[in-house]
T-cell receptor, first 111, second 117 residues
Framework: GEDVEQSLFLSVREGDSSVINCTYTDSSSTYLYWYKQEPGAGLQLLTYIFSNMDMKQDQRLTVLLNKKDKHLSLRIADTQTGDSAIYFC???????????FGSGTRLLVRP | GAVVSQHPSWVICKSGTSVKIECRSLDFQATTMFWYRQFPKQSLMLMATSNEGSKATYEQGVEKDKFLINHASLTLSTLTVTSAHPEDSSFYICSIMGLGAGTDEQYFGPGTRLTVT
């Protein structure tokens, strides 16, 4: 079955860049997403990328997709303390709208 | 993006009772709604998918008689946890999807924390 994996924890200093990595198994996924979850809250869609793209940039966020290696990354430039949260990557099954989530990466931004 | 609300945001109930959680789309016609559960420090697991006016499709391992889903309108879906037990304590999150403006993104509600004592 499909599987999405992420590293569990990342700590960076305020102002540095953060890179959160994700690997997935379903090569037929057409959309790949990054969501942010703050404590006790639901998920906020940050960005998504189509599988036929290699890169997408949106302000401080850069998504890189290596389809050959089934590797997705999210880079946050000039990381701020407000970026501290859990970040989930998710792939969407090609045949449905079902999302398969990774385990989440907890990002801690140190002042 | 669409605005999704859930009610209640937090509920505590006694073992054996039933609890209803509402998911509302405030500004969007939600043709499809999803229900997820999230255990502490874990990822979201899809429980079921419901389309307006039809029966929900449950994921493998999710008891449909225990988790009753009703998607009666394009703006409201409810999840009823029947005969709740402590192991049902979790964070329940809904998401909605509809076809409009060329988007098929899912928009998530803020979640409902259920504690069963």
């Amino acid at each position: 079955g499909e599987d999405v994996e992420q590293s569990l924890f990342l700590s960076v200093r305020e102002g540095d860049s953060s890179v959160i990595n994700c690997t997935y198994t379903d090569s037929s996924s057409t959309y790949l997403y990054w969501y942010k979850q703050e404590p006790g809250a639901g998920l906020q869609l940050l960005t998504y990328i189509f599988s036929n793209m290699d890169m997408k940039q949106d302000q401080r966020l850069t998504v890189l997709l290596n389809k050959k290696d089934k590797h997705l990354s999210l880079r946050i430039a000039d990381t701020q303390t407000g970026d501290s949260a859990i970040y989930f990557c998710a792939e969407r099954e090609d045949s449905s709208y079902k999302l398969i989530f990774g385990s989440g990466t907890r990002l801690l931004v140190r002042p | 993006g669409a605005v999704v609300s859930q009610h209640p945001s937090w509920v505590i109930c006694k073992s054996g009772t039933s609890v209803k959680i509402e998911c509302r789309s405030l500004d969007f016609q939600a043709t499809t709604m999803f229900w997820y559960r999230q255990f502490p420090k874990q990822s979201l697991m899809l429980m079921a998918t419901s389309n307006e006016g039809s029966k929900a499709t449950y994921e493998q391992g999710v008891e449909k008689d225990k988790f009753l889903i009703n998607h009666a309108s394009l703006t409201l879906s409810t999840l009823t946890v029947t005969s709740a037990h402590p192991e049902d304590s979790s964070f329940y999150i809904c998401s909605i999807m509809g076809l409009g403006a060329g988007t098929d993104e899912q928009y998530f509600g803020p979640g409902t924390r259920l504690t069963v004592t």
